[in-house]
């Protein structure tokens, strides 16, 4: 079930429930896109699920292993997992952002980011001075308000970019209410029903998503675009178990099935372990990222 939120809730719930438990996670440490969030000043918090779920799987006996990419292992890499060995495969290997493009922004000396590349730079210090940001969201999330916050917090003036007509709008209404409130004591402006068309001389062109093709709107003085398209489902890992006859006995749960809030994936990976393990059958279950 990979070593994020979804997987790490699956693999603690097939423990509890007596299963022997295997935790396979490619990258060297857990916690998946809530590992990158929780580096965000005012997000750290969202942490201490990932931390308590993984002491309860050692506490548990669960067998967690780290850096473990499927496929052909390269020279040194951790030993292969046999996926014919175990009755139940639960996969939540998450999910991955679209990539685009926007046109002019080379040519223009605007820097284009995705979220990951800005959390890293925001936690490094790398903008001494302050910027004139756009951040793009397609999804309303907490991934997009967070990085927001954690701007508006550094001195750096914002513009928040979403094709919705309501900010943040998968984020819960109470949560959305107080963040909002803090938002306002920072140099940030929204711009709803816009989509980016392209970095100009002028600046930032917008597009209004009912309005047709034209540029309805210039941002000016626009030095950085943090963009955040809407993600899909990872397939990779679904199509390698496929090619090695185990599809039947795989479940996917969490940004793997579709992209979704933490609380939904995580009770998803929890109901869907409850119903794998109710049939009589013997119950070793490997969790895949």
């Known amino acids: 079930m990979g070593g994020g939120p979804a997987g790490l809730r699956a693999a603690v719930t097939a423990a509890r429930a007596g299963a022997a438990v295997t935790l396979v996670e490619a990258e ?22 990932v931390d308590d779920l993984y002491a309860e799987a050692l506490r548990r006996g669960v067998d967690v292993r780290l850096g473990l990419k499927l496929g052909d292992p390269g020279p040194g890499a951790p030993a292969p997992v046999d996926v014919a060995a175990f009755d139940h495969i639960v996969v939540a290997a998450g999910a991955r952002s679209l990539r685009r493009s926007l046109p002019g922004a080379e040519e223009n000396g605007v820097e284009v980011l995705d979220a990951e590349s800005a959390v890293v730079a925001l936690e490094a210090g790398s903008w001494r001075q302050p910027r004139r940001i756009a951040v793009v969201d397609d999804e309303g999330s907490w991934i997009a308000a967070g990085l927001v916050e954690a701007l508006g917090r550094g001195g750096h003036r914002v513009h928040l970019v979403a094709p919705s007509p309501q900010l943040f709008g998968r984020v819960t209404l109470y949560s959305r209410a107080g963040l909002l409130d803090r938002l306002r004591a920072f140099d940030v402006s929204s711009h709803l029903a816009r989509r980016p068309k392209a970095i100009a001389e002028t600046g930032l062109l917008l597009q209004d ?22 993600r899909v489902a990872r397939t990779e890992l679904l199509a ?10 795989v479940v996917v749960v969490g940004d793997a099935l579709a992209p979704r809030t933490l609380v939904e994936a995580t009770y998803e990976a929890h109901r869907a372990v409850l ?4 049939a009589p059958t013997p119950t070793p279950v490997l969790s895949i990222s």
């Open 209 to 230: 998503v009912v309005g047709g093709a034209d540029a309805s709107e210039v941002v000016p003085g626009i030095d950085l675009v943090i963009d955040l398209p809407a």
């Open 275 to 278: 119903h794998v393990l109710a």
């Open 28 to 49: 060297s440490s857990l916690g998946g896109q809530v590992a990158r969030a929780r580096m965000l000043k005012g997000r750290e918090r969202l942490g201490v699920l």
């Open 240 to 249: 390698w178990l496929a090619a090695r006859g185990v599809e039947e006995r």
